[in-house]
Antibody, heavy 117, light 108 residues
Framework: EVQLVESGGGLVQPGGSLRLSCAASGFTLSGYWMSWVRRAPGRGLEWVANINQDGSEKHYVDSVKGRFVISRDNAKNSLYLQMNSLRAEDTAVYFC??????????WGQGTLVTVSS | EIVLTQSPGTLSLSPGERATLSCRASQSVNDNYLAWYQQKPGQSPRLLIYGASSRTTGIPDRFSGSGSGTDFTLTISRLEPEDFAVYFCQQYGNSPLTFGGGTKVETK
């Protein structure tokens, strides 16, 4: 059974950092593009970043470029999102998703990030 | 960036009725790489339709997608109680990937 379990969310002050993790099981992580997508309270979905199978290609939404870094460790079946210089507008539930090409096809349950003083 | 505009914002219908949801893109979606997701409160989004009209495995055939270029439609032929949720369209043919603002299908 495919499972994606996010962790690492929590409360952080503006300007702070947080590292999200996504543990994958039930499939071979190295065979898939992976994505991070977020949903802010009361708002819609926003794609954040994606990464190809070996980590050599990465794409980001403009609002996080230079602040967030997506990475993966296929040997550990894990995806990561390093978030720096966090802002209030980054407050959201963050989902990792196994992608079919660039299509986020199977999603985890999400982890809540709250940026507030 | 391709902007996706969904309409209506809210659709109030009764079980058994037909739901028609619209998604309009600000420019043509490459290769019709347009997907539809369903999201219920407290749950993660579930992929229903990809490539504008292909149903994901396990999705009931009352869900259908159509359209091309800039105009796309999700149709639920007969609403079941479990279909009341928020629906998002998404284009994945260009970076950045973008989502529509969502249509909430609520019980009338």
């Amino acid at each position: 059974e495919v499972q994606l379990v996010e962790s690492g969310g929590g409360l952080v002050q503006p300007g702070g950092s947080l590292r999200l993790s996504c543990a994958a099981s039930g499939f071979t992580l190295s065979g898939y593009w992976m994505s991070w997508v977020r949903r802010a309270p009361g708002r819609g979905l926003e794609w954040v970043a994606n990464i190809n199978q070996d980590g050599s290609e990465k794409h980001y939404v403009d609002s996080v470029k230079g602040r967030f870094v997506i990475s993966r460790d296929n040997a550990k079946n894990s995806l990561y999102l390093q978030m720096n210089s966090l802002r209030a507008e980054d407050t959201a539930v963050y989902f990792c998703a196994r992608s079919s090409g660039w299509l986020p096809a199977y999603w985890g349950q999400g982890t809540l990030v709250t940026v507030s003083s | 960036e391709i902007v996706l505009t969904q309409s209506p914002g809210t659709l109030s219908l009764s079980p058994g009725e037909r739901a028609t949801l619209s998604c309009r893109a600000s420019q043509s979606v490459n290769d019709n790489y347009l997907a539809w997701y369903q999201q219920k409160p407290g749950q993660s989004p579930r992929l229903l339709i990809y490539g504008a009209s292909s149903r994901t495995t396990g999705i009931p055939d009352r869900f259908s997608g159509s359209g091309s270029g800039t105009d796309f439609t999700l149709t639920i032929s007969r609403l079941e109680p479990e279909d009341f949720a928020v629906y998002f369209c998404q284009q994945y043919g260009n970076s950045p990937l973008t989502f529509g603002g969502g249509t909430k299908v609520e019980t009338k």
